[in-house]
């Protein structure tokens, strides 16, 4: 297999990877959204493999292209595939288009958990203030229910 083969082989697979990650994360989202996350921490364990899995496979990319172009920059990347190879040009627009969603699905499927956590700590916090309320009864089993003149129930 030829350099530019192998380069091909690699940019069709992190494209694919990132085309799976990227549903992963509006599957994430949906959940996140409809307020159904029974399923969220498999999720998230099947995200961070995902995650894992692209950045061998972008690591590999990485090492094929620096064997063909000494200075890797976005821009030289590109010119050497307009010149050099059509296919591997609009894999690697597609990449950089599916890595910029994957992102910012990311940054908004994290603002989402983080307004959701505020909410469930808002909740903790109100049921507990009315817990400590409604506690009418002390360890002893009495009531421990007071009308504030320091009397105690049915004394005069």
């Not at 990877?17 to 994430?28: A, G, M, Y």
């Not at 400590?132 to 005069?156: D, E, I, K, M």
């Amino acid at each position: 297999m030829t350099q530019l083969a192998n380069l091909l082989a690699a940019l069709k697979e992190e494209q694919a990877s990132l085309q799976s990650f990227v549903s992963l994360l509006q599957k994430e989202q949906k959940m996140l959204t409809e307020f159904s996350t029974d399923n969220l921490l498999e999720l998230a364990e099947k995200k961070s493999t995902h995650a894992v899995k692209i950045n061998k496979i972008a690591e590999t990319r990485h090492s094929l292209l620096q064997a063909l172009i000494p200075e890797l920059t976005a821009k030289n990347i590109q010119n050497w595939l307009e010149k050099n190879s059509k296919e591997g040009l609009n894999l690697w627009q597609s990449i950089r288009i599916l890595g910029d969603q994957a992102h910012e699905l990311n940054r908004i499927n994290g603002e989402l958990i983080q307004l959701k956590l505020r909410h469930n700590q808002q909740l903790i916090g109100a049921l507990s203030r009315a817990v400590n309320q409604a506690n009418l009864y002390g360890p002893n089993g009495q009531t421990s229910f007071s009308t504030g003149s320091g009397r105690t129930l049915g004394l005069g």
